[in-house]
Each structure stands twice: as C-alpha cells, then as structure tokens.
C-alpha cells in the first residue's frame, strides 16, 4: 500500500549518451546482447517532487518481474541498454531502476506500463534525430550549449535540463538529457531546472576548447 507521502508529482525523463557514460565510469562493457546502437539510451524514468527531492525505493518488498516485460525486451535491449560491467542482458540496470524508482509511481504506473511509458517517451522524443536536424552530430565536434538547448527546446516546446561530463583528455561533453514529463508518465510537461541535475563542476555544461572523440563535445 502506498502512504501519501510516497507519491509524487513528476517525471524527469533521462536519456545518456552511451560514450559519455564510458568515460564517467572510466569503463564500461557492451550488454551481452549486443553492442548498441550509436544513439541516446534511456537511463531512466524518475518520480520527483515539486521541492526537488524524491522519493526512493518505495516497497521493501518488491522485486523486479523480468517475465511481466518479456513483450518489450527487444525495445529494451535497443533502447534501454546497460553499459555497466561486468556485462550482462540488462536486467540488473532495469532492476535497480524499477526497485529505485518504479516503485515510487506505481500508483500510476504498474511494472509493465511503467517501461512501456519510458520506451513510448524515447521515440516520441526523437533525440538524436532532433539534433541531427540542427546539425548537431555525434562527430567529435564541438556544439554550444545554446544549440541544443534550442534544437530541442524548439523540437519539443520543452526546455531540457542538459547534464555533462569531462572526456578522458577533460574536455566537457553532453552526457545526459532531461525532459519533465507529467504525472502519467506520457506527457512532456514544462520545469525549471534548479540545477540540482548538475550540481557538482564535472556534471555542468561549459563551453571549452579541444576535440573529444566520438560524442557531443561542448
Ligand atoms: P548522480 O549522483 O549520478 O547524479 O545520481 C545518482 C542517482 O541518484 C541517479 O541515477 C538517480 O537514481 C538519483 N537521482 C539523482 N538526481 C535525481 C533527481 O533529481 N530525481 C530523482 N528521482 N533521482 C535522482
Ligand atoms: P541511478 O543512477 O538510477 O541510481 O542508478 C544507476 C545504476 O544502474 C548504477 O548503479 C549503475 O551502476 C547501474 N547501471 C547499469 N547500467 C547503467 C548504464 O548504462 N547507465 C547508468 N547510468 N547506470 C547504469
Ligand atoms: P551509479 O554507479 O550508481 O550510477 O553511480 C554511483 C555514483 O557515481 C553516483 O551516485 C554519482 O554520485 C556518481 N556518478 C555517476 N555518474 C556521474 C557523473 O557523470 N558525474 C559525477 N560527478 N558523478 C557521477
């Protein structure tokens, strides 16, 4: 049973660059499944309240039901992957993401409709083709933060929380995306972005100079 105190009052939708991941992790392995593709993967759906806190998880005894998504686990693989080592399926990152945060909207939202909500986002979404529209490609390049702040603001009529990280020769590049979506888990919604997503120096955006390898430079 859900108390009060353990519902909430939106998502943040969070996509990460696979590459950027790697370097934050300082390693990282293909899913057993197969390498994946050379675009954005969902990190996760996330309950939050208004304050800027959130709930976490919220059932002591709940367990992850790989069998209840069974109907999804292609989308999951190609838009879900996990990039953790030791390599495996998945199933571990989708796990810890329904126990840590699933678990907070199920009064919304049951297992299977809770990953479908997150699949359903990421391709309504359309990140990487977003960019790419604006000329925004994962090429090494270097992309103000104005550019994809307004390629996806003007995509989406929503104004995305932009995370980064620093590449192994310390050259800021995108990492992670917001997007606040309502409390049905099927709605991009408006927020304003405190900055509590990017509140230590590593994870804020900068303009630099330099020319990462193979992801969004900033
Ligand atoms: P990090 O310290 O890497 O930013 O965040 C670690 C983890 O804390 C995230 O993966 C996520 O599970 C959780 N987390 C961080 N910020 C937020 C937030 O604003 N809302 C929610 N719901 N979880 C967060
Ligand atoms: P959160 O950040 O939601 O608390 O937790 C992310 C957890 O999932 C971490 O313990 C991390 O090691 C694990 N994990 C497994 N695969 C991935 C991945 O591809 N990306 C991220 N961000 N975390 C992953
Ligand atoms: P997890 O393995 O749970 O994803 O991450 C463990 C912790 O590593 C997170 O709670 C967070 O504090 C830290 N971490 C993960 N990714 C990043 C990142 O991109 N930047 C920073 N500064 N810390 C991170």
């Not at 660059?17 to 675009?39: E, V």
């Not at 998504?69 to 080592?85: H, N, Q, V, Y």
């Not at 990492?175 to 804020?204: N, R």
Request: aromatic share 14%; proline share 6%; hydrophobic share 30%.
């Amino acid at each position: 049973v859900l108390s009060a105190s353990q519902d909430f009052d939106f998502f943040y939708f969070v996509q990460q660059w696979p590459g950027s991941y790697c370097d934050t992790k300082r390693s990282c392995c293909y899913p057993t499944t197969g390498k994946p593709a050379s675009d954005f993967g969902i990190h996760g759906l996330w309950p939050n309240y208004n304050d800027g806190s959130y709930p976490s998880n919220c059932r002591s005894s709940s367990s992850f039901n790989a069998s209840a998504i069974s109907d999804l686990i292609g989308k999951m693989r190609s838009d879900w992957p996990t990039l953790a080592c030791p390599s495996n399926d998945g199933t571990k990152f989708w796990s810890h993401e329904w126990l840590k945060h699933g678990t907070c909207s199920e009064s919304v939202l049951d297992e299977h409709s809770y990953f479908e909500a997150a699949l359903n986002l990421k391709k309504k979404m359309g990140l990487l083709q977003i960019l790419q529209n604006a000329g925004i490609q994962p090429d090494g390049g270097f992309y103000s933060l104005d550019s994809i702040n307004e390629a996806i603001s003007n995509a989406t009529g929503y104004t995305p929380g932009i995370a980064c990280n620093v590449d192994a020769s310390g050259n800021s590049q995108l990492y992670q995306i917001y997007l606040c979506v309502d409390k049905s888990g099927s709605k991009f919604i408006k927020c304003s972005w405190p900055g509590s997503y990017c509140d230590t120096s590593s994870e804020c955006c900068y303009p630099t100079t330099g020319k990462p390898a193979s992801s969004f430079g900033i």
